[in-house]
C-alpha cells in the first residue's frame, strides 16, 4: 500500500463536536456512566452505526458494539463515552468516533480483507468499577461485584441503574476470538511527550502495571509541649525523612519513564498537640518492566531496614497490589507506524502511564493503541484539548492502520 485510504476527517471532527455538546460542561463535558447524557451518547452512537450499517447491539453491562456484516475476519475498534466528572471532551470519544470511521470507510472495501467492529465500552472511567465494561467482555467481572457496585459519586448502585436502563436481564457478551482478529484503540495522550517533541502520533508500547504499596511507621505517642526533642519517636518525622530518602535513590535504579507517587498520608492521632506515634502512607509505582519494580522494591526494603535499625522508629513495607503490564501486539504496532508515516505523521514508540481499555481485550486478543497528543499534557479536566489538526492526522493514521491490520492479519 503506497497511497493511504482517504478519511473525512470534517466529519470526524463534527461528529466530536456533536458529542462534545451531550452533557457539556464548560468547554468539556460532565457525562458520568448511566448519567443522562452518557445515555443520550450512547443513543447518538447506535444512531450512527445503524447510518455506517453497523448492527448496533448493547449487552447487560452497557457495552454498545456495532457488527459489521463485511465477509471475512473482523477488527474489532473503540474507546469509550462516559466521562469522569466535569472533564474533558475527548478521553474515550476520540477513539469511537475514529472507530465509527474506519468501519465507514473501510467496510466493504475490496481492497481491505474484512471489516470493522466498533465498541463503546462503558464505564473504563470507573464510576461503578474500573474498566467495568472492557473487564465484563474479557470475562473478568462476577455478578457479585456487579451486586456491590456503586456510583462512587451519587452512591446508586450498579444493579438499580441496571434495572433502570432496561438491561438488568441482557446478557453480558464475551470477547470472541473466533471473530476478531485484534483490538485498536485511539486516544488521546493525557500527558505532554509527544507535545515537547512536537511528535504526531504515539505507538504504544505497553500500557503500564500499577505496583501499590502501604508504607507503616511506628514510633510512640507522646505529648507535644513536655516530650524533649532528644526523647521523640515521631512517626511523622520518620514518614517525611523516608519519602525524601525514596526521592534521593528511586532516580539511580527507576526506568526512564518510571512514577512513583505517595497518594495518601495518615499521621496517628494527626492533632496538632500530640506528637504522632504512628505513621502511614499509600505508595503507587507505575512502569511497564516488572525487573524495573522489583529494584525499585528492593531500595524500599531496603531504606524500611536501615531506617528501623537507626531508629528511633520502625518502618514496614507492606505490597498492596502487584502490577499487571499490558504488552501492545507488535504487529499492531507495526501497523501504526506504518499507518502513520503513510499520511505523513511522525511517531514515537512509548508506553501509556493511563489505565484503558485495551490493556483487557490485550488479554485475550493481539492489542494496540494510537495517541495523539494533548495540548499542555492536561487530562481529566474540562480544559483539556488536541488541536483538530491532531485529531485529523490522527484519524487518517488510525484508518489506515485499521486497514494495515487487517490487510496483513494472517501474520498475526
Ligand atoms: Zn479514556
Redesign the pocket.
Known amino acids: 500500500m503506497t497511497q493511504p485510504i482517504e478519511v473525512d476527517t470534517a466529519r470526524v471532527l463534527a461528529d466530536l463536536t456533536t458529542l462534545r455538546h451531550i452533557g457539556a460542561f464548560k468547554s468539556g463535558v460532565h457525562r458520568p456512566t448511566f448519567s443522562d447524557a452518557h445515555i443520550q451518547s450512547l443513543d447518538w452512537l447506535r444512531r450512527r452505526m445503524t447510518e455506517a450499517g453497523l448492527a448496533h447491539e448493547t449487552d447487560g453491562i452497557g457495552n454498545v458494539y456495532g457488527w459489521s456484516a463485511t465477509p471475512g475476519p473482523k477488527l474489532l475498534a473503540g ?2 463515552l462516559e466521562s469522569q466528572n466535569e472533564a474533558g471532551w475527548l ?2 470519544p476520540l477513539g469511537v468516533v475514529y472507530a465509527l470511521e474506519a468501519a465507514r470507510v473501510l467496510n466493504g472495501r475490496s481492497d481491505v480483507k474484512g471489516g470493522v467492529d466498533v465498541v463503546a465500552w462503558c464505564d ?1 472511567e470507573g464510576h461503578f468499577a474500573p474498566l467495568l465494561g472492557s473487564r465484563s467482555y474479557i470475562g473478568g467481572v462476577t455478578e457479585e461485584e456487579i451486586d456491590s457496585a456503586r456510583d462512587r459519586t451519587s452512591g446508586r448502585s450498579l444493579r438499580e441503574v441496571l434495572q433502570a436502563t432496561g438491561l438488568a436481564t441482557t446478557p453480558r457478551l464475551l470477547a470472541r476470538p473466533d471473530r476478531h482478529v485484534g483490538y485498536l484503540e485511539a ?1 488521546i495522550e493525557q500527558g505532554d511527550t509527544l507535545e515537547r517533541s512536537g511528535i504526531d502520533i504515539g505507538v504504544v508500547t505497553a500500557i503500564v502495571g500499577i505496583w501499590q504499596y502501604e508504607i507503616t511507621f511506628q514510633g510512640q505517642q507522646n505529648h507535644a509541649g513536655t516530650t524533649s526533642m532528644a526523647a521523640r519517636k515521631d512517626a511523622g518525622l520518620a514518614l517525611a525523612r523516608f519519602c525524601v530518602e525514596i526521592d534521593d535513590r528511586f532516580p539511580v535504579v527507576a526506568g526512564a519513564r518510571t512514577v512513583w507517587t505517595t497518594g495518601r498520608i495518615e499521621l496517628e492521632p494527626g492533632a496538632p498537640s500530640i506528637i504522632p506515634g504512628a505513621a502511614r502512607m499509600l505508595f503507587q509505582v507505575r512502569d511497564t518492566d516488572p525487573e524495573v519494580v522489583a529494584r525499585l522494591e528492593a531500595v524500599l526494603h531496603d531504606r524500611a531496614a536501615v531506617a528501623t535499625a537507626r531508629g528511633p522508629c520502625s518502618v514496614a513495607v507492606k505490597r498492596l497490589r502487584v502490577g499487571k503490564p499490558a504488552a501492545m501486539h507488535q504487529t499492531i504496532q507495526d501497523a501504526v507506524e506504518r499507518a502513520s508515516h503513510l499520511v505523513g505523521a511522525s511517531t514515537l514508540a512509548m508506553p501509556s502511564g493511563a489505565g ?1 481499555d485495551a490493556q483487557m481485550l490485550a488479554t485475550v486478543m493481539p492489542a494496540g493503541m494510537l495517541f495523539v497528543p494533548s495540548i499542555g499534557g492536561i487530562s481529566h479536566q474540562w480544559t483539556e484539548n488536541t488541536s483538530d489538526t491532531d485529531i485529523a492526522t490522527g484519524a487518517r493514521a488510525f484508518v489506515n492502520a485499521c486497514a494495515l491490520v487487517l490487510r496483513g492479519q494472517s501474520d498475526i
Open positions: 474507546s469509550h478521553d474515550g473504563e486516544h484503558h
